[in-house]
């Protein structure tokens, strides 16, 4: 049941839904929280995802714990294209989600929460793209929300702690962090301490600042690249796509090595 504050021209309500809603004395919407985020996305809130005509969709992170004034994170989708997630530190980018394949993953926190996580995407009349998420009947109560230390978490209502609890937290782990282990670095998230590696055919640019844990400058080639010659492409499984990819789409594999040689 939607709750309702009514002034002398206007009215708040509630709704089931729990969108907060304004309304004029007509019964028009002025305003409402879907449509104007905080820190936390409810099932079936939509996220716009493309901004052609509005300004960038973002989740605003609080200032502190107990603090709902505006804070240092905000999280959105890419300004250059829909399929990947990030949040920034003021403008600088901070943490970047690894880039939408079309599926959503799950854990085996999130199985014990829902047999079944969907995500529609549609497109508005208003010609933007919008995702919205939820969860089979009979659910745990579930949010998403960007937290003030600049965490991505889904939280679960856990009923006997009468409190949120975590299902999962990104960036997990420091080296996940945006540009951590500089270019042609990686994060190995399959140690047991995961840390910075490079890729195979690559030393770190500067190995004493590498030892001592200062990632940033990257990795460079073991040997100068010979185009056309006997260097090919090789096929990295469960890796993250870089930032600024390039999508080409209904391509072979042979298509995409032409294209990117």
Request: proline fraction near 6%; charged fraction near 20%.
């Amino acid at each position: 049941m939607a709750n309702t504050i009514t002034g002398s021209n206007s009215s708040a309500k509630l709704l089931n839904s729990g969108n907060l809603v304004v309304l004029s004395s007509d019964g028009a919407m002025l305003w409402q929280s879907f449509k104007n985020p905080s820190d936390v996305v409810l099932p079936g809130m939509p996220m716009r995802t493309t901004h052609k005509t509005h300004p960038p969709w973002r989740m605003i992170s609080w200032k502190g714990p107990e603090d709902p004034s505006t804070g240092r994170f905000s999280g959105g989708n890419d300004l250059d294209t829909p399929l990947q997630f990030f949040v920034w530190d003021g403008s600088v980018p901070y943490f970047r989600a690894t880039v939408w394949n079309g599926y959503v993953s799950s854990n085996v926190g999130l199985q014990t929460v829902s047999p079944l996580m969907y995500l529609t995407v549609n497109k508005g009349t208003d010609g933007e793209a919008y995702a919205t998420f939820g969860l089979s009947d009979g659910s745990s109560r579930i949010i998403y929300k960007v937290d003030y230390s600049g965490k991505t978490m889904l939280l679960r209502w856990n009923t006997s702690l009468t409190d949120w609890t975590a299902v999962e937290q990104l960036p997990a782990y420091q080296c996940n962090l945006y540009g951590y282990c500089g270019a042609y670095g990686y994060c190995d998230n399959t140690e047991a301490t995961p840390t910075c590696k490079c890729l195979d055919g690559f030393d770190p640019s500067n190995k004493t600042e590498w030892v001592r844990g200062n990632f940033s400058h990257g990795c460079r080639r073991k040997e100068e690249l010979q185009c056309g010659g006997e260097d090919s492409f090789l096929t990295l499984p469960a890796m993250k796509v870089p930032d600024k990819f390039v999508r080409l789409w209904n391509k072979s594999y042979d298509d995409c090595a032409v294209e990117c040689s």
